[in-house]
Each structure stands twice: as C-alpha cells, then as structure tokens.
C-alpha cells in the first residue's frame, strides 16, 4: 500500500462549480500537511498547507481528519486557471524531514 | 527574490554515460532536497542536505547516484553510469531554516533526464 495515495481523477468539473477531492496516508506518525498544484510540466507550487482546526484560502478550503487519516481540497467557483494537478504532500517528525507525495488529483475545469 | 533553479531543463543521454544536474538553491536556504519523479509515478524523496552535510539520502536509488554540495551553496547529482530507469523529471527543493513558519519546500523547475 501507498503511503499517500490519491484519486487520479480527472475530475471535469463545469467552471463555477465546487470539486472537493481527498487523499489518505497510511502513516499515523505523519505530522505536517501540504496542497501542491502542479501545472503541466512545471514544478509543484505550495497552494496551502493544511492545519488542524482547517483552513481557507479565498476559494480553497482545507481539511485534516486525523482519525480517518485523510486529507481534502475544496475549490469553490472554479476558475478555467484551476485546471492543474494536485499533490497531496505529509511530512513526518521535525520539520526538517522529507515530503512524501501522493500521485496527484487532475482537475480539468470546463467552460 | 530569485527562486530555486536547475541546469540543465533537459538532458537526453545514452545508456552507460554520465550526467550531472545542478541545483542552486534560494539564496540563503539551507536545506536543500532532491526529489525524482519517474513517468507514471508519484514525485519520491531522494537526499536531504543541511547546508554541506547529507542529512538523509534515504531515498537514493543505488550507488550510481551521487551528490554534493560543497561550501553549503549549490549542489550537483551526478548519475553514473545511467541506465534506461534513471528517465524522469528531478527537482531540486529548497527550505529556509527555523520554525514551522519556515517549513515550506520551494520546488525548482526540474530537469528532465531521458536515457536512451
């Protein structure tokens, strides 16, 4: 099993429609959360890191369920510029440590 | 502020010859990461330094792969001699120092490594 594994999608979602997605991670010790969008064949960017209590950020909001160990992305009225590749990342331990990545949720947003 | 950069973006190279990427960090940053992402797969961790030192290099593949960074600044990853699986996309990440404020890995653009 994957130690982050995530939906490859794509999911095609109408522009100004809500797409939400999760990953799972199977390593209980994992301790920092992150959203990376990554745009075709560009490197991955930071969209947000995903904190206990949740998180938002204009139309994306961020959730952490420690116990069912999973992590979600929530766009609201996606825009046509949302269509990308998002990769789920946890770290481990002190903040020194390696990302582990899932393999990415592709969303393609249509007119 | 100029980001993390690579040299070079891509590199077509036969089986059993040599390649070195490089990878200059955020001015500054001392944590520096290499990472590899083969087609049809996740991006996966390779090495970690903290400014010259390796601080894991759990991730490397085998002892073809071998990198440095000498006076804490840039680093290089030579792959010698490669082989046809080495094919993928290397990033290069860097990360300030400090606390959880400072967590965030900056991802350089990659480059592209194709073994014939």
């Known amino acids: 099993r994957k130690e982050v594994e995530q939906d490859p999608g794509p999911f095609n979602v109408p522009e100004g429609a809500t797409v939400a997605f999760n990953c799972t991670y199977s390593?209980?010790?994992?301790?920092?959360f992150f959203w990376y969008r990554q745009d075709c064949r560009k490197e991955p960017k930071l969209l947000m890191s995903?904190?206990?209590s949740g998180n938002e950020d204009g139309r994306f909001t961020a959730q952490l369920n420690r116990a069912s160990q999973y992590i979600s992305l929530l766009i609201r009225d996606s825009k046509l510029s949302d269509s990308a590749t998002y990769l789920c990342?946890?770290?481990?331990?002190?903040?020194?440590?390696?990302?582990?990545f899932g393999g990415g949720t592709r969303v393609l947003v249509k007119p | 502020e100029a980001g993390v950069t690579q040299f070079p973006s891509h590199s077509v190279i036969e089986k059993g010859q040599t390649v070195t990427l490089r990878c200059d960090p955020i001015?500054?940053?001392?944590?520096l990461y290499w990472y590899r992402r083969v087609m049809g797969k996740e991006i996966k961790f390779l090495l970690h330094?903290?400014?010259?030192?390796?601080?894991?290099e759990s991730g490397m593949p085998n002892n073809r792969f071998l990198a440095e960074r000498t006076g804490g600044t840039y680093s290089t990853l030579k792959v010698q001699p490669a082989e046809l699986e080495d094919s993928g996309v290397y990033f290069c990440?860097?990360?300030?120092?400090?606390?959880?404020?400072?967590?965030?890995?900056?991802f350089g653009p990659g480059t592209r490594l194709l073994v014939l």
């Open positions: 390593n209980s010790a994992s301790q920092s």
């Open positions: 330094f903290v400014k010259e030192s390796k601080q894991d």
């Open positions: 001015s500054g940053h001392d944590n």
């Open positions: 990440a860097s990360r300030d120092s400090g606390g959880t404020l400072q967590e965030t890995q900056y």
């Open positions: 995903v904190y206990s």
């Open positions: 990342a946890v770290k481990r331990g002190a903040a020194g440590n390696k990302l582990t």
